[in-house]
């Protein structure tokens, strides 16, 4: 029985060491065991390979939340104090294969008065961002059909110190409280001093509200004006 008991603390704590919002709610003290013991039972089961308890895995997250200290945000907030915020309406968003990165680059290189325009290139992808007006540029000029492509979307674009770059959790911070409020990010890009989150235009003012109080918050707790 004691082997059982260790194998579902295992399980629990990969569990929450995987979910942001597990943790969290289990480091800041104000998770409702039970109903997180029921929450994670079904993924608990498959792991295990037998039917847990509720109350044994209530157990495992009382004893990891004794050994959590709270998360220290600090850094992430001295950072959004120091953080503006833009929208851009109308954008669309291009996903080619790789193989195509040559021709996007050639169509970005001729692209002008772009009002917005992003480009990121990965292993197996190019992401193209651009104002849905001079979408047709890449439709017409790369030589083959987008793996992902939707216009009209909006990007939120969080211009924020050069530190961002050194401050862990900035990310999953800001990531965690549009998930917290149901807003699913399409497409997400971090650089230099830029943070850009694109969204649906049903949840974009909801996204710029959570983002706007969370940089307001912040500057509160700095002293710096509103």
């Known amino acids: 029985m004691e082997e059982r008991r260790e194998s579902i603390t295992g399980v629990v704590e990969r569990i929450v060491e995987n979910s942001p919002l597990l943790k969290e709610c289990l480091a800041s003290g104000v998770a409702n065991y039970s109903s997180m013991a029921r929450m994670i039972k079904p993924v608990v089961d498959e792991e295990l390979g037998f039917d847990a308890s509720v109350e044994s895995i209530k157990v495992a997250l009382v004893r990891l939340s004794r050994k959590m200290s709270p998360l220290d945000v600090s850094s992430v907030e001295k950072i959004l104090g120091e953080t503006s915020i833009e929208v851009k309406t109308r954008v669309t968003v291009m996903t080619y294969d790789s193989s195509s990165t040559r021709d996007v680059l050639r169509v970005v290189s001729g692209v002008q008065g772009a009002r917005f325009l992003s480009v990121v290139t990965g292993i197996t992808n190019v992401t193209v961002m651009v104002g849905d007006e001079q979408a047709r540029l890449f439709t ?6 987008p793996l992902f492509y939707q216009g009209g979307l909006t990007a939120i674009v969080l211009v924020s110190p050069v530190e961002n770059v050194y401050t862990p959790g900035l990310i999953a911070y800001i990531t965690s409280l549009l998930a917290q409020t149901g ?11 830029e943070t850009v989150i694109v969204v649906s235009p049903e949840d974009t003012m909801k996204a710029f509200n959570v983002l706007n109080d969370a940089i307001s918050r912040a500057r509160k707790k700095s002293g710096r004006r509103v």
Do not use: L, M, P, R
């Not at 807003?183 to 001093?193: A, C, K, P, V």
């Open 140 to 145: 017409e000029g790369v030589g083959s059909k």
């Open 183 to 193: 807003i699913n990010i399409i497409q997400i890009t971090s650089s230099y001093s």
